[in-house]
């Protein structure tokens, strides 16, 4: 679960005027490691975005690789289903 900043804010003011980690942690639900952490650096850890678009030119080189040779497991190496591929190729 992503906190904002305010959230983490006013939990590491808590901290810092007396409430131990254990207190926190027991009375908002979230683990001590958390606050620790939070405490090492407030902001967000960023994600990378993931896209589930196939990428048509992977697509493209792997069909010429094996043009008769599409299994599972060339499907799984492209990390994609074989419906949504089956249609991307006759679409």
């Not at 904002?4 to 590491?12: A, F, G, T």
């Not at 027991?26 to 994600?47: D, F, H, M, N, V």
């Not at 030119?57 to 190496?77: G, H, I, T, W, Y």
Request: hydrophobic share 30%.
């Amino acid at each position: 679960m992503a906190y904002s900043q305010d959230y983490r804010k006013m939990i590491l003011e808590k901290l810092n005027s007396g409430y131990s980690y254990r207190e926190l942690a027991a009375e908002y639900g979230i683990s001590r490691s958390t606050i620790q952490l939070w405490k090492k650096c407030i902001e967000r850890k960023p994600y990378p975005k993931r896209t589930n678009k196939i990428n048509d030119e992977l697509l493209r080189k792997d069909v010429e690789q094996f043009p008769d040779d599409f299994k599972e497991n060339e499907l799984f190496a492209l990390t994609v289903h074989k419906e949504p591929l089956v249609w991307h190729l006759n679409g």
